[in-house]
């Protein structure tokens, strides 16, 4: 096993144990969903056409909360240290530690999306164009999100400052996800999933290296 | 320019320099009001279109000033001049405030004329998203203790920020908006009279000078402040 897919492993089975960030990602999109229609009221009609847009914040949302501890827990036990001194480059480790993360978070959220658009009243056409959605979109979350993780290493509270660093520049995938999933309602074909996937592409190659100066500077000294 | 990196050097340099920033620029800001506020009433949108001497050239200096701290960001992390961090800090809350000018002045303009204080196109959604990178910039400078860490990380945060800029510059190409089109710097000439040109310019030309001036000041008091920050340590110590 190389060094990358053992780190890629255990920041998967950390994810995933008790403890672990992946089910309290999925349980909050669930309950986040769930208020929404208690909120603006059932109108089946009216929730199909908020649904896009809530459930790409919701699962934005979700994913966030995962990324506090991205490195933040191997900092703070000093695991982070041994990871820089050993002879795989810290651009190897962001890309690991960002397809972790999306592996427990993104691709589990976009499986869960279906159902969801099911009790949103989404009809078929449009639950797949969510689905398809957030499996091409939810990668740039986690790759602009271990950016900013990266960044707020040193800071004490970290995942209150994250999110201000981090949603703006995820706006593009917001817009573009959510229209994608509204121009399949409408029965339009438009360029929404393709921009999406230029987005995506072009933040998750970037990440790895932002993500490894960030760490750098943050351990060095 | 990297003569003046030296923080001593841009200190004596900077002090003659300051009065004549400061006068400048209450010269064209008085002169630009005065011509603006004598201009005549257009044809659409009367006495309303006043509202354009403040919030176009506010617009402009918000993006000018993201501009050079993004720059100043990259001058800081490539060649770790110590003075384009401390400006790329100075930068930040004068942006966030030009930026909020000019959503407000928006907001000020769009009631009279669209009927909304506020609409989600593309163009006043990029430009309140320039206002929270401002201000997560300025958060992240704020939640870092050490400065030298901070300092990069803000610089590697604000041009990231950067892809921002363009997108605000041609949001009113590619989607269809109720802001207007690029009315000035267009092929083809300005499509505005001269009579509203002449205002405008000078305006814009007394926001440029307002920012510099400003950024100037608050550059030096932050010289300063570190330098009675290491007096008051070696003091201590």
């Not at chain 1, 589990?108 to 499996?135: H, V, W």
């Not at chain 1, 990266?150 to 573009?176: E, M, N, Q």
């Amino acid at each position: 096993m190389t060094p990358l897919s053992a780190l890629l492993l255990r920041d998967i089975r950390l994810a995933t144990r008790a403890g672990g960030s992946a089910a309290l990602a999925l349980a909050f999109f669930a309950a986040v969903a769930v208020l929404v229609p208690l909120g603006v009221g059932a109108d089946l009609r009216l929730l199909a056409r908020v649904a896009a847009g809530v459930l790409w914040v919701a699962a934005v949302l979700a994913a966030l909360l995962a990324l506090d501890r991205l490195f933040q827990a191997d900092f703070e036990d000093g695991s982070l240290d041994l990871i820089a001194l050993s002879p795989v480059s810290l651009e190897g480790v962001a890309a690991a530690k960002i397809a972790a993360h999306w592996l427990t978070t993104g691709l589990p959220l976009t499986l869960l999306s279906p159902l969801l658009g099911l009790m949103f009243g989404l009809p078929p056409g449009a639950i797949g164009a969510l689905a398809l959605s957030l499996a091409i979109g939810t990668p740039s979350v986690s790759a602009l999100g271990a950016i900013g993780a990266a960044l707020t290493l040193p800071v004490r509270r970290g995942g209150l400052i994250l999110p201000l660093l981090v949603l703006p520049l995820l706006a593009p995938a917001v817009i573009f996800g959510a229209g994608a999933v509204e121009a399949a309602l409408d029965g339009l074909a438009n360029g929404a999933l393709l921009l999406l996937a230029a987005f995506s592409v072009a933040t998750t190659l970037l990440a790895p290296f932002a993500a490894a100066a960030a760490v750098r500077l943050n351990l060095a000294g | 320019m990297f003569a003046l990196a030296n923080p001593k050097r841009f200190l004596d340099a900077s002090a003659p320099l300051l009065p004549w920033l400061a006068g400048a620029a209450a010269l064209a800001l008085g002169a630009g009001l005065v011509l603006g506020l004598r201009s005549p009433p257009d044809y659409q949108q009367g006495d309303t279109v006043k509202i354009m001497f403040l919030h176009v050239p506010a617009a402009w200096t918000a993006m000018m000033a993201y501009g050079l701290l993004a720059l100043c960001s990259f001058f800081s992390l490539v060649w770790r001049h110590p003075l384009a961090a401390v400006a790329a800090k100075a930068a930040a809350p004068l942006g966030a405030m030009f930026t909020l000018l000019g959503l407000v002045t928006g907001a000020l303009w769009g009631r009279p004329m669209w009927g909304a204080w506020w609409v989600w196109d593309g163009r006043l959604t990029s430009f309140l998203l320039l206002l929270f990178l401002n201000l997560g910039y300025i958060a992240l400078w704020n939640a870092i203790e050490d400065e030298t860490r901070a300092a990069r990380a803000a610089a590697i945060l604000a041009l990231l920020g950067a892809v921002n800029l363009p997108v605000i510059e041609f949001s009113v190409d590619w989607w269809t908006t109720l802001h207007q089109g690029e009315s000035i710097l267009r092929s083809g000439g300005p499509l505005i009279a001269p009579v509203f040109l002449w205002p405008l310019g000078l305006m814009a030309l007394g926001y440029t000078l307002l920012f510099l001036t400003l950024w100037t000041v608050r550059i030096r008091t932050e010289i300063l402040e570190r330098r009675v920050r290491a007096l008051l340590l070696a003091g201590a110590a």
